[in-house]
């Protein structure tokens, strides 16, 4: 059984389009069940109305005409009840209703089973019987299986396929749509699609024999030359306004194409009997295949990267023309299958208002250099009919996470008038960054920024700010090729600790695992979030440790306001160990004449253990960093990545504000400098209510500094004291959220508040 199960779902999921899909399942499933009746009634949510969308055993005349309310009838009392229900005799049902049109009278047996997929209903799917026959056990939990598995893959469908319904007239086909997925970068844009179409489709070139092999050869590597050259030119264009560690990404795609095993590959199958598109083709897509298989997200997102510069190659080899930088829409919102690195600097940056692509995640490389540059971006868009987008006009909100396609007239004022208030909200804050961030009743709350990228455009802060709370070190390992040498290393840290100085820098040591994986250094498990993360992995390592935290002394040498945080400790016996090693570190490098003070050391509060060891961390660290992305995810087991969960991620919940006041109350009478680096800190809001329960510094990306500093500068300490109280006695993470809006709304501080759902 389960193979039938597996197979239909496969078919289903293969489907070209949403009919195929219907039509498949239905049929699939009729045979599956020796029944003689198989249908399947769409829930239209706009209508709140189910239809009949597909069925075999029915009068085929009867589908995309049969139309019934939830409880109206046995199909929509299924749909009412969401669950199944089972009748050797439906006449006999009180429910029972008639349609004429589908000839069902003939069909005394009837088993309906919910559709449901992340608790909304989808549809109904009925078998039905001509003689009475009591579907058994066996046909119910196969039907009620069959509805689970194929909830997913019907929902997908049903996105993609939703522009053109049957039922649906070509106006309403045109008519707006909205696609969700994961914000990656803030901000909200109005503009014109811009599909970007993979330069050459790789899946379909031909195999065929080459008449003169030495041409093939020089017509490859000509177009691998040009493509060099496209990407260099790329990376020029971007150059002045990115790092230079970002356009060291550049450098990665260069080496790619220069490696001469891809290239020696690719010659050697011509030489074997290939024309050289096919060849090309080949090789890339064994490679892919790889890597894709692969369980880690660095290398499959460079599988990505080799295949966006196979098909680059690939349009050369096809003489196919590729778009001028120039060329591009005025409001150029770039979508893509994938949207690589080298596409981004195809668009001249004065066009490019907004990225959305259906692969890739938060860590992304496309979505680091997009946060660098401010561009609204949102990925892992799965639902998107790429085909159907080009040329249209949309909306895009980076910080919901949304796409809005034809955006009526309605949504577009809307949109204008949030974007016209954002921009005047920034400019309003903008007059009083260099004021203190003071509250009204004169109490100073330290300000700080959180960096890991283009150190540059913070730098620049410095006279507002009060240090760098979380220097993610991890980042710039994320996009080099191999662990960065001592020497290289250093100078990257010196950057910053001189960046900031005098100001404190508070570096944290590599923390991988989890979702932040290294290309060179990959870690494949089954529980990542609960697995070799942070310091575990470092102390295991303590070659890599040490080279970090001698690079990481050298540089603050003459400096001094270096700072060390130490990542997903959650034993005091990792704090012995890594303070040990920095000691050694110290001695060492004394040894070699470098003479450096011994920096102040933390850990960070995120692993739940952690909070009930605050008096034996306090003997051994100078401060704690309380990490509340983890420290959320840890307290209330849910992945901070998962989508499925994610509305259970809440950092309001009160379990996690409670856990933080007892915190911050029991770190002061310990007498440890305390500050909170995670997002709740960039939360206006939020900000507050850390401010109300005593945490002596709040640490931010630098975007959110303006929103965070206005609310302190309006809200009383006393009053941030009772917000906290006040949240205290509250039950749910709903009711928290209520109650912090609410109380921004009275203190007319609603418009800081980022928006969201
Ligand atoms: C945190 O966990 O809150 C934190 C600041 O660290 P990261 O988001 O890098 O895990
Ligand atoms: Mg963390």
């Not at 439906?90 to 449901?116: K, M, N």
Request: aromatic residues 6%.
């Amino acid at each position: 059984m389960l193979e039938v199960l597996r197979r239909i779902v496969q078919e289903v999921n293969g489907a070209r389009n949403l009919n195929t899909a219907l039509s498949t399942m239905v049929r699939r499933i009729r045979k599956a069940m020796k029944t003689d009746v198989c249908s399947f009634y769409l829930f239209d949510t706009e209508q709140q109305r189910l239809i009949l969308m597909e069925t075999i055993g029915l009068h085929a005349q009867a589908v995309g005409q049969v139309f019934l309310r939830p409880g109206e009838g046995l199909v929509g009392l299924v749909a009412q009840r969401e669950e199944p229900l089972n009748l050797e005799d439906a006449h006999g049902h009180p429910q029972f209703r008639y349609f004429a049109e589908t000839g069902e009278e003939r069909f005394a047996s009837f088993l309906g089973v919910p559709i449901i997929h992340q608790r909304r209903m989808l549809g109904v799917l009925v078998v039905q019987q001509q003689d009475k026959r009591r579907f058994d056990e066996g046909d119910e939990a196969f039907l009620v299986t069959m509805a689970a598995q194929l909830s997913g893959v019907l929902a997908h469908a049903l996105a993609t396929g939703g522009l053109n319904r049957p039922s649906r007239d070509t106006a309403q086909e045109l008519s707006q749509a909205t696609f969700k997925g994961l914000a990656a970068s803030p901000g909200m844009v109005i503009g014109e699609a811009v599909v970007i179409a993979p330069p050459a489709d790789l899946d379909g070139v031909p195999d065929l024999i080459p008449t003169d092999i030495e041409y093939e050869i020089v017509r490859l590597k000509e177009a691998i030359y040009r493509v060099r050259d496209e990407i260099r030119a790329a990376g020029e264009r971007l150059a002045s306004r990115i790092s230079a560690q970002e356009l060291a990404l550049f450098e990665v795609y260069q080496q790619m194409l220069g490696e001469a095993a891809l290239t020696q590959e690719v010659e050697k199958r011509i030489r074997e009997g290939q024309w050289a598109p096919g060849a090309l083709a080949d090789v890339v897509r064994r490679h892919v295949q790889y890597m894709e298989r692969v369980d880690d997200n660095y290398l499959r997102e460079r599988a990505a990267d080799i295949r966006d510069l196979g098909r680059r190659v690939l349009a050369h080899l096809q003489e196919g023309s590729p778009q001028t930088p120039e060329s591009f829409p005025e409001r150029t919102v770039l979508i893509g299958d994938e949207i690589s690195v080298a596409s981004l600097g195809e668009v001249a940056r004065d066009k490019l208002v907004g990225l959305v692509s259906i692969r890739g995640s938060s860590s992304s490389h496309v979505a680091i250099l997009a946060r660098a540059m401010g561009i609204p971006t949102v990925l892992g868009m799965v639902d998107l009919p790429l085909p159907r987008l080009n040329g249209a006009p949309v909306v895009l909100d980076g910080h919901r996470g949304r796409l809005f396609v034809r955006p009526d007239e309605e949504l577009l004022s809307y949109y204008r008038g949030m974007i016209d208030e954002e921009a005047a909200l920034a400019e309003m804050l903008e007059h009083e960054q260099d004021l203190p961030s003071r509250t009204p009743d004169n109490y100073d709350m330290p300000l700080m920024v959180n960096t890991g990228l283009a150190v540059d455009a913070v730098a620049s802060l410095k006279s507002r700010i009060s240090g760098v709370g979380l220097y993610r070190t991890e980042v710039p390992f994320m996009i080099t090729e191999r662990f960065p040498g001592e020497q290289e290393q250093m100078r990257l840290y010196r950057d910053q600790l001189e960046s900031f100085a005098p100001l404190p820098v508070v570096m944290r040591t590599l923390d991988i695992g989890g979702d932040k994986d290294l290309p060179y250094f990959p870690i494949d498990e089954a529980n990542p979030f609960l697995g070799w993360r942070g310091i575990r992995v470092t102390l295991d390592h303590p070659e890599v440790l040490m080279v970090q935290l001698r690079a990481m002394l050298r540089a603050s040498q003459g400096v001094g306001n270096l700072q060390i945080l130490l990542p997903m400790i959650t034993n005091v016996d990792e704090v012995d160990d890594a303070q040990r090693l920095i000691a050694r570190a110290q001695a060492e490098l004394a040894e070699e004449g470098v003479k450096v003070e011994k920096p102040r050391v933390g850990v960070m509060i995120e692993v739940p253990a952690t909070l009930y060891q605050l008096e034996a961390l306090a003997q051994r660290v100078d401060f704690f960093s309380v990490g509340s992305n983890d420290l959320t995810q840890y307290l209330l087991a849910v992945d901070r990545n998962n989508p499925r969960v994610a509305g259970l991620y809440d950092a309001c919940h009160p379990a996690v504000l409670s856990a933080l006041v007892r915190l911050a109350r029991e770190a002061a009478a310990l007498n440890v400098p305390t500050s909170v680096c995670g997002e709740l800190a960039g939360d206006p809001a939020g900000a507050l209510l850390l401010m109300g329960m005593g945490f002596n510094a709040l640490s931010m990306n630098a975007p959110s500094l303006p929103r965070v500093r206005a609310a302190i500068r309006r809200v009383p300490l006393t009053s941030a004291q009772t917000l906290v109280d006040e949240t205290l006695g509250l039950a749910s993470p709903r009711e928290v959220r209520m109650h912090l809006e609410k109380r921004m709304g009275e203190w007319q501080l609603a418009h800081l508040m980022p928006p969201r759902d």
